[in-house]
């Protein structure tokens, strides 16, 4: 490559210089000659890169891949009520999955990619769980590690103290290695109710976790792995937290930054706390409100976090009056300061639609949840970021979608893979069965439909 890299471009400008990256990393790729006898072989363009194409130029829309669902017997299992996504692997959440005679126990199943088809492979269960557990309320997984949380649990007793397993994968197959709880963990805790992970640290959320004498203010607590064992460290709260705050409800983590949702702060306004690590421990360094927050918006429900920018969902927003229509907010950090730069409203709100419910984001693109779009029908709303501006660039639906199948509640982003979930769809057989779709884009440009435009004689 002669030490040049196009990822060396600043990312301002990689937009504008990305086909001449292109162009610089194919000619690597041995052309024929643009002769009558070799014109039909001219070489593909290999996936990875057509979908990175077509992801900086804004080509290929997203179109839906499969649905997959829960096949076990039980009552509502709510499949899709959590769903995470990385590579070729996704893991998706029944929290009330009926395991033998327990009712709500929950379970989380495995999928695996392979040649554009999505297949379950495994079957994850808590290996002491019980009735009621929630099992797969929550999952985050990262390499060999996944953590999935139980926030229902009873521990010592105590309902709701929660629990998050960890599973290690090996040999192609996850097994349950260690089960974490809270050293001071109480009744109504909720334990788990949230995850982060990044390498050899986790933070566990426990929303309704009692903070002095401040019932539900909630903690995160921060987990961290030596020798493949996890033990507790530090236990985060909100500096100026309050009784209700909930603090915990959401979490997002990359790197050393993470960003603490607490939605019911402040009369439901909501917060979210940024922390940063150094040396190991974890300090508070600010608060972030919405420029326009108000009462019961509930800024902080969601979060993602990329890097520099910061997403967060407020589904009780009122855009124009508009009853929770809801609204997501984007914030970026410079100098170690994080900024309100933008509201995204989506381009056809209307009340009632929770916008803003789910979101997740991975670089310059965001997909946000609205799940109670066409009576609870759901949408899931697709925003680019280009020159520091983030657009709508696309709405899209489950392909049998239905009023109150709650689409887009849940949702992971990936490259050009995203997986949404849908935790209130029915089958004919089965109320709550839940179901899970997975998407693609990248398929749609046309720059390089037939290899490289333009080498055909």
Same mark, same amino acid.
């Given at each position: ?5 196009? $990822? ?12 001449v990256c292109v162009l610089f990393l194919a000619s690597a790729i041995p052309l ?21 194409i077509d992801r900086t130029l804004g080509g290929g829309e997203w179109a839906e891949?499969?649905? +997959? ?55 994850? +269960? ?135 949702? $607490? ?10 706390y940024v922390f940063g690590e150094t040396g190991g421990t974890w300090s508070e360094?600010?608060?972030? +409100? ?36 809801? $609204? ?27 916008? &803003?419910?789910? +979101? ?11 799940? &109670? ?13 280009? &020159? ?26 990936? &490259? ?23 998407? $693609? ?17």
């Amino acid at each position: 490559m002669n030490g040049f890299a196009c $990822a060396s471009i600043p990312r301002i400008l990689r937009n504008a210089s990305f086909l001449v990256c292109v162009l610089f990393l194919a000619s690597a790729i041995p052309l024929h000659a643009a002769s009558p006898k070799h014109a039909a072989s001219t070489p593909a363009i290999p996936a990875a890169l057509r979908d990175a194409i077509d992801r900086t130029l804004g080509g290929g829309e997203w179109a839906e891949q499969q649905e +997959v669902t829960e096949t076990d017997p039980g009552f509502t299992p709510q499949f899709g009520y959590a769903v995470a996504l990385h590579g070729t692997t996704a893991m998706i959440g029944a929290q009330q999955a009926k395991i033998g005679d327990n009712e709500d126990q929950g379970a989380v199943y495995v999928f695996e990619e392979s040649g554009g088809t999505w297949t379950q492979t495994q079957k994850l +269960v808590a290996s002491d769980g019980q009735a009621f557990d929630t099992f797969g309320h929550s999952i985050v997984f990262e390499g060999t590690t996944a953590l999935i949380g139980a926030y229902a649990a009873t521990i010592n007793g105590n309902p709701s103290t929660g629990a998050v397993y960890v599973f290690t994968l090996a040999d192609g197959s996850w097994s349950e290695t260690q089960k974490l709880t809270a050293d001071d963990g109480q009744g109504n805790d909720n334990f788990g109710y949230s995850l982060g992970l990044r390498g050899a640290t986790a933070l566990i959320g426990a929303d309704g976790a009692t903070v002095g004498d401040n019932g539900f203010q909630g903690a995160v607590y921060v987990f961290t792995a030596t020798g493949g064992i996890w033990t507790q460290g530090q236990k985060l709260a909100a500096s100026d937290g309050g009784i209700g705050d909930i603090f915990g409800y959401s979490i997002a983590f990359d790197g050393t930054t993470a960003m603490i949702g $607490a939605y019911a702060n402040n009369g439901y306004q909501g917060a979210v706390y940024v922390f940063g690590e150094t040396g190991g421990t974890w300090s508070e360094s600010q608060k972030l +409100v919405a420029d326009d927050g108000a009462s019961n918006t509930y800024f902080g429900y969601a979060t993602a976090l990329s890097g520099t920018t910061l997403l967060v969902g407020a589904w009780g927003s009122n855009p124009g009056g508009n009853d929770t229509q809801g $609204a997501a907010y984007i914030f970026t950090e410079s100098n170690g300061t994080w900024s309100q730069t933008q509201e995204l409203l989506s381009d056809d709100g209307a009340p009632f639609d929770d916008f &803003g419910h789910a +979101v997740a984001l991975d670089g310059t693109h965001a997909l946000i949840g609205a799940n &109670g779009v066409d009576s609870s029908q759901g949408a899931v709303y697709a925003f680019d970021e280009a &020159g520091g501006v983030w657009s709508q660039t696309q709405k899209f639906y489950a392909s049998d979608g239905a009023p109150s199948f709650a689409f887009g509640s849940a949702l992971a982003l990936d &490259g050009s893979s995203a997986l949404v979930g849908s935790w209130a769809w029915e089958s004919p057989e089965l109320a709550l069965q839940g179901a899970a779709y997975f998407f $693609a884009t990248g398929s749609g440009d046309t720059i390089f439909a037939d290899g490289f435009d333009g080498a055909a004689p």
